[in-house]
C-alpha cells in the first residue's frame, strides 16, 4: 500500500520547496530539488506520520534525450504503517552530483555505490564512493573516460577488449 499523497505532500513539503506529485495505478511518486534530498529523507524517517524506517532501493533512470537526463529513484518502506513511497531526484548530465543519504539510511552506501557504477552518478558526501561490480580502471580504450554499462549511450555490444570475457566452453570447447 502506499502512502497517501496528501500525508507524503504535507510531510515532505515542510523541508522541500517545488515537490511534484505523480501517481500512476495508485503509486505514489514525488519529484524533489536534489538539495532537499538529505532534509526528505530525514523527515520521512523520523516524521510520526510516515515512519519510513527502511530504504529499500536507489537506483537511476537514463532518459538520454531529456533535458533532465537522469533521475535517481529512492524507494521508502515502513514496516510499522506498511506504506510504500518512491521519491525522484532530477540530474542533468554536466551536474552528476546529488547529496548522499547515507548520514539517514546506512543502507544508502551499496546503494548508492551500485547506482554511481553503472550510471555515474557521483553521491556527494558519500563515505566510500567507488565502483561496485566494474573495475576501477573500466575506461573507454580510446579516450581514458570512466564508462557506465547502464547509461543509454553505452554501446550494445559493448566496448571491445574492455574486459577479458570467461571461458566459453559451450563454443569453444574445453579450457585447458
Do not use: C
Not at 511518486?29 to 516524521?47: F, Y
Request: aromatic fraction near 14%; charge should be negative; charged fraction near 30%.
Amino acid at each position: 500500500m502506499y502512502l497517501s499523497k496528501e500525508v507524503a505532500l504535507e510531510v515532505v513539503s515542510a523541508v522541500a520547496s517545488n515537490v511534484e506529485v505523480y501517481e500512476f495505478k495508485d503509486q505514489l511518486t514525488l519529484i524533489v530539488p536534489k538539495e532537499d534530498i538529505v532534509k526528505v529523507a530525514t523527515e520521512l524517517r523520523d516524521n510520526p506520520k510516515t515512519k519510513f524506517d527502511q530504504l529499500r532501493d536507489v537506483t537511476a533512470i537514463d532518459w538520454l534525450r531529456s533535458s533532465k537526463r537522469f533521475e535517481v529513484v529512492y524507494f521508502f518502506y515502513s514496516n510499522s504503517l506498511l506504506h510504500r513511497l518512491r521519491i525522484k531526484v532530477a540530474s542533468e548530465i554536466d551536474d552528476l552530483n546529488v547529496p548522499s543519504i547515507v548520514s539517514v539510511y546506512d543502507s544508502a552506501d551499496w546503494y548508492e555505490r551500485e547506482t554511481y557504477d553503472m550510471y555515474g552518478i557521483n553521491f556527494t558526501n558519500h563515505p566510500d564512493l567507488r565502483r561496485f561490480y566494474m573495475p576501477e580502471d573500466y575506461v573507454d580504450p580510446d579516450t581514458g573516460d570512466a564508462i557506465y554499462p547502464l547509461r543509454k549511450d553505452f554501446p550494445l555490444m559493448g566496448i571491445p577488449d574492455s574486459l577479458p570475457l570467461p571461458p566459453y566452453p559451450e563454443k569453444y570447447g574445453e579450457v585447458k
